[in-house]
């Protein structure tokens, strides 16, 4: 069933960030950020609905927050994959957005998407005011210099070290560039609620570092079809991921025994996270 639900939540959204360039002015940068937020497994989104879901927040009532986070997904692989970051051609199976347009346009739709996340963010149907700001304020942390900015920046330097990350490092790198925005996506809806983000923040690290160390495996033993982009680069460029410090088998129990952490941390809501744990289990056993 969690597919499905997952299906139909990524749908939703999918409708949601169309409805938010709807009217926007037909121009090649619009037509590139309807382009980059093709596709996708829209879990962060997912992560939203469900944490609002967990603090009855109705599905309508949280949808601008899971589109924000969306967006600020979307424009972050954009960037990632300019030839002065990734430098990658292919992403959910299609060229890149600077390769279908030019460098320039992929910049600038990435800019939009980011600053259409923090819009979406302010949209009065998430609730009073002062809730709003503090969504906004922790999508700015997830993603900026303390988050997922820092990560990637991070990342770059790596690439130039004189020696590989240990695993603390690397650990440190992914909870910036992978983990932050899964910890916001998981805490929105305690934001939303008003409510302790202390469980779900506690998820969300244990969840975001599997999923991180689930993509270091689809690296190396997955399907490039399937994920729709090239696979082995890491391994090529010689960079230190879980699989290289912890060996294939050990980077794949370590998976595992942060999907038991991801779910011990969602005792207190009961059966009511049980999506939640389901969600933890996909990320270390998806395809792409």
């Given at each position: 069933m969690f597919p499905e639900r997952l299906a139909q939540a990524a749908a939703e959204i999918g409708a949601a960030l169309e409805a938010a360039l709807a009217g926007k002015a037909d121009q090649p940068v619009?037509?590139?950020m309807r382009y980059a937020l093709r596709g996708g497994k829209r879990l962060r989104g997912f992560l939203v609905l469900e944490s609002a879901a967990?603090?009855?927040?109705?599905?309508a009532a949280a949808m601008p927050a899971?589109?924000?986070?969306?967006a600020l997904h979307a424009y972050s692989l954009v960037h990632d994959d300019l030839p002065c970051m990734d430098d990658d051609d292919l992403r959910r199976g299609h060229p890149t957005v600077h390769v279908k347009w030019d460098e320039a346009t992929a910049v600038l739709a990435g800019d939009a998407l980011q600053t259409l996340a923090f819009e979406l963010c302010c949209d009065p149907v998430l609730g009073p005011a002062e809730r709003r700001v503090a969504l906004v304020a922790a999508l700015a942390r997830a993603s900026g210099a303390e988050g997922m900015v820092l990560g990637q920046a991070l990342d770059i330097a790596a690439?130039?070290?004189a020696a590989p990350l240990t695993l603390e490092e690397i650990?440190?790198?992914q909870a910036g560039k992978t983990g932050a925005?899964?910890?916001f996506a998981s805490e929105a809806g305690a934001i939303l609620a008003g409510a302790d983000r202390g469980p779900l923040r506690a998820y969300a690290e244990a969840f975001g570092l599997a999923f991180q160390i689930a993509d270091d495996i689809l690296d190396v033993e997955g399907d490039p079809e399937a994920a729709g982009k090239r696979l082995g680069k890491d391994a090529g460029a010689g960079k230190a991921t879980f699989v290289s410090l912890l060996g294939l088998e050990g980077a794949k129990a370590r998976a595992k025994d942060l999907v038991t952490?991801?779910?011990l941390a969602l005792e207190p809501y009961g059966a009511a996270a049980e999506t939640l744990r389901d969600a933890a289990r996909?990320?270390?056993a998806r395809q792409s």
């Open positions: 619009v037509e590139a967990l603090h009855g927040i109705s599905r899971a589109a924000a986070v969306e690439e130039s070290a650990t440190a790198l925005l899964i910890g952490m991801a779910e996909f990320a270390i």
